[in-house]
């Protein structure tokens, strides 16, 4: 079919698609909430033995913030003083239960948000210089989210504050009471850097740098208010040390211009009316220059309510690809809501002709649409499939990016233990996209081979086939926050290393690929037969002890994962982990003893929550363990647990917006979105995609090339949660799993459910998704 039937094809569809919704009452964005994520789960059962004393728990670290999808801008609310608090694991702006407000922000973020700056509060009355923000307790009622869009009402000010974003700029909008008391305060957090206010509409600054954590978007602002200042001035965090009341440690200069410093900002006094409300738009970039420049250009006039549409048109297209049917309001809300949060990663950097800071801080113009880098131990686990079904031309863009850093650094990016990278470019050369994937093999090998590196501990791993731990002797005991973690990355790598033997395979390098594939058995150098787990071993092969599994090894022999966790880190080769096991039914015994030994840990891992047993569903190390009785004969235990978690690991507290431990940039939304939909990529290299239990009646994925995956659960409930039978295209299907090449051109998945488990389906020897090992 040419392009042009495709395009029309593709409208075609849409416009269907939306008018089933549009039937319904309500579109997909409607249905999305950007709180979801923001909150932790409240049931003691679900959540372990974390947070220690005095630290908060952890919630899913989403923001609610407006922003487009892979937006490098994000409008968002600020209710965590960052410097001054326990921070849940990285810096985060927002958790859903504080209940005051301290700031706004208006895109130069970094990876979660935290770094965002420069901070924005509308105050009427007394302000105190930050980082003792002035804060407002705020109506939790009248709180609303929704994509492109938040807004918050300020109580303790009487003042409302909304937040709209384009691809480069914010928009905020605060509507004060009638007073001549009304302030703006724009801070630079922590470091600060330089602000200078211009005319009476402007203040623009320069963010002090931060390395690798300088902001994507540029440390360069500029701020532009609707209104005339009345009255302005400067201020900044001095370096006294005078204690009792803080008298010397701050400096503010009314009427000044420029000021340069810890915490540099300025104040911006207003006489308003509470029917003429004071808006703000902001851009960033690698200059002033450029900041103006997309300012212009995104941000004409100071129509709130316009670009407001727009942002929520930008999502509505992409939410449209999948329609459902059926299941309850908050299972819609909660399946649109993480499908939501799923593109949270990567984040634009430049479009096509603009201006960027590459990965060594050179300036380069963009000749394609350039993205950050993509965290791989994170989404690389399932987001980047996600991608590849619905943006296979976003997903080109993004290897191209990766790519283009390599040739920047010299190495591929890597995140924590291992290469996944190869996850990204295998998946998306099986899924059909096209690339130099030549090109990008160089580099991936590189990773693997030589140990100057990116891999860390590489020159052992070649000489020995697996790596060493240590206990640390700053920390001997659990939750062990220093080590090697050797043990994790022996698997990580031998899962990268069968990804690199298929990769090196079709591109026709044999030697490669037979070095690699018997790498990838590496994993059963740190299998102890005895204990039936992995486990570290120390320089002498010795194995470590004490062993407990139900520890948290937290960065010890294990990586964010207990030893129970870390044993089905294996999802390139499970016939062959059945077989170390002692085969089907002793592996079948195995899952099913993860799932209900109780967690009682002496140690706490801080994001380890969401618990079902062992298995810890806040974290990404064993997020795929229960869809691998698919391996085993027993799919219909894949098909219960599989709703379970999606029953009482997301929305199950007070709020309903909840999540075990941490979202990680949109990993743990796109288990939900993948899961609800009745599939899961165990392993995102290869294109093999294994059933759960859909909780909609109908889905209809609108796949980037145009065609529709459908699948339908007849006769289901949350009882009729088990798959009775199953035909694709009309014909007869026993196969718990089926491949891309199945549904590539289209395919209706006809799924019958009852409310008992049938053994009988989808067992077989001959049902088994593939492995690394040939049957046992």
Known sequence: MGRSLVATAAVLIGSHVSAIAQSNGREPVDEANPLVGTAPLDRKELIGNAPPPGEPLYSGITSPGARLPH????????????????????????????????????????????????????????????????????????????????????????????????????????????????????????RGGEVEIVGDRMVRGIAARRGDHDAPDGRYFVAEFSHPFSRFGTFRKSGGNNRGYGIGDKEVVPDARWIAGSYAGSYLDFTTRADAPILVRMAHGPSYADAERRLRAESVGWDFDS??????????????????????????????????????????????????????????TATYDRYGPVPFWDTGRNQIVLLELLEPDVVRDIMQSELDMARERGFMNTSFHGDNAVFLYLGAARRGIPFDYAAAYEFLRRNATDPKGPRGYLAEYQKNGWISDVVPDEDPSPPYSGGKAGTAKTLEYAWDDHAMAEFAEMLGHREDARLFRTRAANYRNVFHRKTGFMRGRTADGSWIAPFDPQEPYYNFMMKEASGWSTLWLVPHDVRGLSTLLGGRDAFNAKLDQFFSTPYTPKGICRDCTGMVGQYVHGNQPDQHAPFLYAWSGQPWKTQALSRRILDTLYGSDASGYGYAGMDDQGATS?????????????????????L????????????????VLEIVARNNSATNLYIQSATLNGHPWTK?????????????????????????????????????????
């Open 71 to 190: 937006g490098a801008v994000e409008a968002a609310p600020v209710n965590v003083n960052i410097e001054q608090t326990y921070p849940t694991g990285v810096a985060t702006p927002y958790y859903y239960p504080n209940p005051t407000m301290i700031g706004f922000t208006g895109g130069g973020g970094a990876t979660y948000g935290g770094g965002a700056q420069p901070i924005l509060m509308p105050i009427v009355g007394d302000w105190t210089v930050p980082p003792v923000y002035t804060q407002s307790y705020y109506d939790k009622g009248k709180e609303v989210a929704a994509p492109g869009y938040y807004s918050v009402y300020l109580d303790s000010f009487r003042t409302r504050a909304e937040l709209t974003a384009s691809r480069w700029t914010s928009l905020m909008r605060f509507t004060f009471p009638t007073t001549d008391r009304a302030h703006i305060i724009l801070n630079l957090p922590l």
């Open 307 to 364: 670009m407001r549409a727009q942002a929520r048109q930008a999502w509505g297209r992409l939410l449209d690809k999948v329609q459902v049917t059926g299941g309850s309001p908050k299972q819609r809300m909660l399946f649109y809501s993480t499908l939501f949060q799923s593109f949270a990663s990567p984040r634009l950097v430049a479009r096509k002709g603009e201006n960027f800071a590459d990965s060594k801080g050179r300036m380069q």
């Open 670 to 690: 796109s288990w939900y979105a993948l899961t609800a939909m009745g599939f899961y990529p165990v392993d995102p290299s290869s294109d093999v995609y294994v």
């Open 692 to 707: 759960s239990s859909p909780i909609f009646d109908s889905v209809k994925l609108q796949m980037g090339n145009g065609k």
């Open 736 to 776: 718990p799993w089926f491949r891309h090449a199945d549904v590539k051109d289209g395919a209706t998945l006809v799924l019958t459910m009852g409310a008992r488990p049938n053994p009988n389906w989808g067992s077989g020897p001959a049902d088994v998704p593939p492995s690394m090992s040939s049957a046992p």
